[in-house]
């Protein structure tokens, strides 16, 4: 499976930006799917999961309110809606898939990786 994330840019703090991340491959839809953001200087961290079928989701606590992740099978990509954005969101984000159908926060557990996405936020 390859993954190529999209729809980053610059916004403004309280703005919205919605990520792409289109999957090549058959097995995308037994696959959970996640985003990780990686900030400058920082480790990479966990955003939000989705499980195969999306009934299933995790987010990391400071953007459970504010960002929203979803899946369209039959398009083979995974969306990951961000509203109310903060200057701390500033970010490489990466889309991730894995060979399970259930979601995970914990990097090592995803198989695939896309080549990441930049949000910037300005304050």
């Known amino acids: 499976v390859q993954l190529q994330a999209s729809g980053g840019g610059l916004v403004q703090a309280g703005g919205s930006l919605r990520l792409s991340c289109a999957a090549s491959g058959s097995t995308f839809s037994n696959s959970g799917m996640g985003w990780f953001r990686q900030a400058p200087g920082k480790e990479r961290e966990f955003v939000a999961a989705?499980?195969?079928?999306?009934?299933?989701?995790r987010y990391e606590d400071s953007v459970e309110d504010r960002f929203t992740i979803s899946r369209d099978n039959g398009k083979n990509t995974v969306y990951l809606q961000m509203d109310s954005l903060k200057p701390e969101d500033t970010a490489v984000y990466y889309c991730?898939?894995?060979?399970?159908?259930?979601?995970?926060?914990?990097?090592?557990?995803?198989?695939?990786w896309g080549q990441g996405t930049l949000v910037t936020v300005s304050s």
């Open positions: 989705i499980s195969w079928g999306g009934s299933v989701k």
């Open positions: 991730a898939g894995r060979r399970r159908i259930g979601v995970s926060s914990v990097s090592g557990e995803y198989d695939y």
